[in-house]
């Protein structure tokens, strides 16, 4: 099994920056594609960034341009940093190993193979 723990969410004004970690540990990390999803209340769970294993990344029109997710191959760790944040981007981020690296849409519990408990943001 992988076991994934994220870290490093807070509270920020907007236009502040915050770079999201997520831990993993487990067998074939490193293959797999990753990615970061946020649910804030009313709302659905919407893949904001993935990358897979060769590095190809994917973003949701909302956060192109200000989001980047990059990975530590050695170290296990998936990283999210997010710049120029907005209050919009309010929301618990989690980390899943994911099926695709679609993003933009809903992740429902068949497209994650496991996701971690969340990290939460918020921008005021």
């Known amino acids: 099994d992988v076991q994934l723990v994220e870290s490093g969410g807070g509270s920020v004004q907007a236009g502040g920056s915050l770079r999201l970690s997520c831990t993993a540990t487990?067998?074939?990390?490193?293959?797999?594609?990753m990615g970061w999803f946020r649910q804030s209340p009313g709302k659905m769970r919407l893949g904001v960034a993935a990358?897979?294993?060769?590095?190809?990344?994917s973003y949701a029109d909302p956060v192109k341009g200000r989001f980047a997710i990059s990975k530590d191959n050695v170290k296990n760790i998936l990283y999210l940093q997010m710049n120029d944040l907005k209050p919009e981007d309010t929301a618990m981020y989690y980390c899943?190993?994911?099926?695709?690296?679609?993003?933009?849409?809903?992740?429902?519990?068949?497209?994650?193979?496991?996701r971690g408990k969340g990290t939460q943001v918020t921008v005021s």
């Open positions: 899943a190993a994911v099926r695709g690296i679609k993003c933009g849409s809903r992740w429902n519990k068949n497209y994650m193979y496991y």
């Open positions: 487990g067998d074939g990390t490193d293959s797999r594609n």
């Open positions: 990358i897979d294993a060769d590095g190809t990344t």
